[in-house]
């Protein structure tokens, strides 16, 4: 049986686009064109946090796996938090930074982080598991973590050093809606008038929704999204945020046909937008930004317009990001995500395992709680 390799990639340029994307088809936040965009934008660098460092794995010379990877001197931008693990081996003396991540960049969104295309899938995975925990002794790293990836990914990883980790996320499904109205009629009376009531107040402000899509994004409609998103994060965390215009505009150029604005207009002035990218089934809603504050403007914007949309599109399902109780009476039911961690400090590993089993038991209860609030009909 032919011998496994694998080669590190300091910058997704130099893997061929079209062979990236056999392993990561439909999903746009794994796309060669994005993850490029970050990197050629600067949003992710040595000089930010986030150093490129992606695994390819061969057999024979044939590539038969991929993982989006990053060399992490800080835990910020990743939604799977682990400060206190950082904080914990600073107390005791020892270096948490540097650590791989398999992860996108800024999004707290589950898609494809390790790809295979093997006869025998858990041999590619035995091999990467290895070469994780050979590499990260030799180098220096605490552990290697892969966020947001699959249930089966996190499961398989979990049979050798990794420990699995569960979240939570609201998401909303369509279930074969025609329209708004059918979505509203599954819901139980009650909180049907209460998302009517909501609605009605951006239509007596006077204010209206347009979707742009594709080749009617225009490089104007795209800077004044850039102008909403920066001003939200300057206002909200005092810095720009973690992208840069650079990488917006350099979307808009390569995956155009993927990305969906939404601007809110009162008398004839845009003061709200939003930015999405989709998928062949699902919405992605990323970033948000407003010029006034208008009650219930963010719920009619990310939400209920974002569920027009799909339901319009004959999209199947609606991912809004991350956190949010908010969300559960608007239909978006909680869903579990997973992430994988392997920390190379034995003692350390124990007691972050120990701590792991505990959060999963809480966040099942946190998960049956939260579908007891759902507003749907029983």
């Given at each position: 049986m032919s011998e496994l390799s694998h080669r590190w990639f300091s910058r997704i340029a130099d893997i061929d686009s079209a062979l990236w994307q056999t392993f990561f088809s439909d999903d746009p936040l794994t796309s060669h064109a994005f993850l490029w965009a970050l990197e050629h934008s600067g949003c992710v660098s040595q000089a930010t946090g986030w150093q490129p460092m992606h695994l390819a794995i061969y057999q024979d010379q044939q590539l038969v796996a991929l993982s989006p990877g990053y060399l992490k001197s800080h835990s910020y931008g990743e939604y799977v938090f682990d400060w206190a693990w950082a904080e914990a081996y600073q107390q005791h003396g020892l270096e948490y930074y540097p650590k791989w991540l398999s992860a996108v960049p800024f999004s707290p969104v589950e898609g494809h982080r390790i790809?295979?295309?093997?006869?025998?899938?858990?041999?590619?995975?035995?091999?990467?598991?290895?070469?994780?925990?050979?590499?990260?002794?030799?180098?220096?790293?605490?552990?290697?973590?892969?966020?947001?990836?699959?249930?089966?990914?996190?499961?398989?990883?979990?049979?050798?050093?990794?420990?699995?980790?569960?979240?939570?996320?609201?998401?909303?499904?369509?279930?074969?809606?025609?329209?708004?109205?059918?979505?509203?009629h599954s819901m139980s009376a009650r909180k049907r008038k209460a998302i009517k009531k909501e609605r009605a107040k951006i239509s007596?402000?006077?204010?209206?929704?347009?979707?742009?899509?594709?080749?009617?994004?225009?490089?104007?409609?795209?800077?004044?999204?850039?102008?909403?998103?920066?001003?939200?994060?300057?206002?909200?965390?005092?810095?720009?945020?973690?992208?840069?215009?650079?990488?917006?505009?350099?979307?808009?150029?390569?995956?155009?046909?993927?990305?969906?604005?939404?601007?809110?207009?009162?008398?004839?002035?845009?003061?709200?937008?939003?930015?999405?990218?989709?998928?062949?089934?699902?919405?992605?809603g990323r970033y948000w930004g407003a010029s006034h504050d208008i009650d219930c403007l963010h719920f009619e914007l990310c939400y209920y317009q974002g569920i027009e949309f799909c339901i319009a599109n004959n999209l199947k399902h609606f991912h809004c990001g991350a956190q949010g109780e908010h969300k559960i009476s608007r239909g978006f039911s909680p869903v579990y995500t997973y992430s994988a961690h392997a920390m190379i400090d034995t003692t350390f590993a124990a007691a972050i395992a120990d701590y792991l089993q505990r959060e999963q038991q809480h966040m099942a209860i946190y998960k049956q709680q939260c579908q007891a609030l759902l507003p749907f009909k029983q």
């Open positions: 790809s295979i295309k093997h006869s025998e899938p858990a041999r590619v995975y035995q091999y990467i598991e290895q070469l994780l925990q050979d590499t990260a002794k030799q180098q220096g790293w605490s552990g290697w973590h892969v966020n947001f990836c699959s249930e089966q990914v996190a499961k398989q990883l979990a049979k050798g050093s990794a420990m699995l980790r569960l979240g939570v996320q609201f998401q909303w499904f369509n279930q074969d809606h025609h329209c708004f109205n059918d979505f509203l007596a402000a006077n204010i209206t929704i347009q979707w742009y899509q594709g080749e009617q994004i225009t490089p104007a409609q795209m800077n004044l999204f850039i102008a909403f998103y920066q001003r939200t994060y300057l206002k909200r965390s005092g810095h720009l945020g973690y992208l840069n215009s650079q990488f917006f505009t350099l979307l808009q150029q390569l995956m155009a046909d993927q990305l969906v604005l939404m601007f809110a207009k009162q008398n004839n002035q845009v003061i709200a937008a939003t930015f999405s990218l989709k998928s062949h089934n699902t919405l992605y």
